[in-house]
């Protein structure tokens, strides 16, 4: 389990994440979710020890973070692809296996590139590769050293819908094994969370699996949910 009690964290004066407390549970879909800049990604940095937090204290599986022995329990897909360009794509998946120390068959190597439909170009430098490519290949070395907790950054940007469905597929197949937390902008995808973390003004506004956010606001979709707590804030501000 992933728990953040009173965190906060500042860039110089400016106070991004305060008094944050969360739990991510185990074996559940967990969804990140506000408009841009409300400090999502750099949530997940402070959880994964890249970024310090401030103030609080994160733990995962009672450990605090940052710890060095908690990096082999995490995959993480970035915004921005870490991928070596001299390197063709099935040669970035074996690099990053070896680094995270996995033995992988390649029958797993095969049913993930599979996968992200990206068995054609495998032998490919990635220099050669379209964003679209490279992002793909980002979520493949992700899935494929089947972490215990999987960090996914708007991992179905630039995908087409016919693979972001069974990317979805595959997320929950994970599930299994693995703690999943991912951000993502796109509405329909939060609908696919088992539970969401709705971020905004600095912590998080709402919280549950979508169908109680839902109710609790008595809307119809996610975005609507935004517009009430913006109404609400309108509605306080003026109160004072
Ligand atoms: N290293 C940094 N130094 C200073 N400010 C930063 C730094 N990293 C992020 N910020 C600021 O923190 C705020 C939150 O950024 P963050 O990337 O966490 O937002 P986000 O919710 O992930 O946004 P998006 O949905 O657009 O990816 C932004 O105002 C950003 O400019």
């Known amino acids: 389990m992933m728990q953040l009690s009173n965190m906060s964290k500042s860039f110089g004066k400016q106070t991004i994440l305060q008094d944050v407390s969360i739990d991510i549970s185990a074996n559940q879909i967990t969804g990140l979710i506000g408009p841009s800049g409300t400090g999502k990604t750099t949530l997940i940095k402070c959880l994964m020890g890249m970024e310090k937090y401030d103030t609080g204290s994160i733990q995962i599986d009672d450990t605090a973070v940052p710890n060095r022995k908690l990096l082999n329990k995490i995959g993480y897909m970035a915004q921005s692809d870490s991928l070596y360009h001299d390197l063709t794509g099935l040669e970035n998946i074996q690099f990053f296996a070896h680094m995270y120390g996995r033995k992988i068959s390649n029958k797993a190597v095969q049913s993930t590139l599979n996968l992200v439909q990206l068995e054609q170009d495998k032998n490919k430098l990635v220099a050669h590769y379209s964003g679209g490519m490279k992002r793909r290949l980002s979520l493949a070395i992700a899935l494929i050293n089947q972490p215990e907790y999987l960090i996914l950054d708007e991992p179905t940007v630039g995908i087409d819908p016919v693979l972001k ?66 109404e609400i804030e309108y509605a306080n501000a003026s109160a004072d």
Not at 168 to 174: A, G, N, V, Y
Not at 199 to 208: P, Q, W
Not at 214 to 222: A, K
């Open 165 to 230: 469905l069974n990317i979805w597929d595959q997320l929950h197949d994970l599930k299994k094994e693995s703690t999943l937390l991912i951000t993502t902008h796109i509405m329909d995808e939060a609908m696919k969370c088992d539970q969401l973390l709705l971020m905004k003004n600095k912590g998080i506004a709402a919280s549950g699996t979508p169908q109680e956010i839902l109710e609790n606001f008595g809307v119809s979709d996610i975005d609507q949910v935004f517009l009430k707590l913006e």
